[in-house]
């Protein structure tokens, strides 16, 4: 199988890790991922607040480009911010017929036209549908029985476009992670906000949301996150928020990806586990990471 591969701009810096530890699950499972050529940043959170037309133009452009690549291919993305937003794309143009000619004045500029032929897909959606636990058990190499796991999804793979799971009750990571053995943590947080960029402007909101999320993880090896920002959120405050709840809420945090990736036996450089800033001793001794 081929994807056009949208890394995006956290992938290349701070969730690095996620970004490595994607393309080598996926190269594992049999598939090519086409990086563009020339991508840009989709918008992040900070484009619509300045032009609703120029938040879509950014994705768009992203999207044009992959167009040139794999004409009706799929958009392969792992950043749940980034796939939120070329979703939106999609979709918006979809509903508004004024909108595509708009954006194709803009990307003419560059010699590029969106014609909305392409497919955004996360990388979770990717995983569970195209690939499944069928595919994952017959690579698994170091079963990970003994390991519970509580999966994580977080707000924007699923809301508002997460048509391939339940946005209130999400399971599509459930079978993935079976499929290598370990066992999952029966809890009804997997949906639930961390507080996402709250964090640098109401953090004092964003710690309550992230201090409920490790709580209701205690009794689990580990969190398997599909988001930088989840991620960041809910390695980086740990210590901070233990001390503020008087009580030890330290848990490992892993891509789902790197998950996958040490059930396969890949290295721990090709995961890039160096680059996890919450991995405990008790979660390596069960892995063997």
Not at 85 to 90: A, D, G, K, Q
Not at 98 to 115: D, F, M, T
Not at 239 to 260: A, C, H, M, N, W
């Amino acid at each position: 199988m081929k994807y056009l591969y949208y890394s995006g701009c956290s992938l290349e810096a701070t969730a690095l890790e996620y970004n490595r530890s994607t393309r080598a699950v996926m190269a594992a499972l049999g598939a090519e991922l086409l990086d563009l050529e020339d991508w840009t940043c989709c918008g992040a959170s900070a484009a619509e607040a300045t032009s609703y037309l120029l938040s879509l133009v950014l994705s768009a452009r992203n999207l044009a480009i992959g167009e040139k690549t794999l004409a009706n291919g799929d958009f392969l993305i792992p950043c749940s911010a980034c796939y939120l937003n070329l979703r939106r794309v999609e979709d918006h143009v979809q509903r508004d017929e004024s909108l595509l000619p708009k954006i194709n004045e803009a990307l003419k500029e560059e010699g590029l036209q969106y014609r909305g032929k392409v497919r955004v897909r996360h990388l979770l959606e990717v995983l569970a549908q195209d690939f499944g636990p069928q595919a994952i058990r017959p690579l698994v190499k170091r079963n990970l029985t003994g390991l519970k796991v509580a999966p994580y999804y977080g707000c924007q793979a699923l809301r508002p476009y997460g048509s391939y799971d339940d946005p209130e009750q999400p399971r599509s990571m459930e079978p993935l992670i079976r499929a290598t053995g370990a066992d999952v943590l029966p809890w009804s947080m997997g949906g639930k906000c961390c507080g996402a960029a709250l964090m640098t402007t109401k953090k004092e909101v964003a710690l309550e949301l992230t201090a409920g999320l490790l709580k209701a993880a205690q009794g689990a090896d580990c969190i398997a996150t599909v988001c930088p920002m989840c991620q960041m959120n809910l390695e980086a405050y740990q210590r901070t928020i233990s001390k503020s709840q008087g009580e030890d809420l330290g848990i490992s945090v892993v891509y789902l990806p790197q998950l996958l990736g040490i059930a396969f036996g890949l290295s721990e450089d090709t995961l890039k586990l160096d680059l996890n800033l919450a991995l405990t001793r008790a979660f390596r001794d069960k892995t063997g990471a």
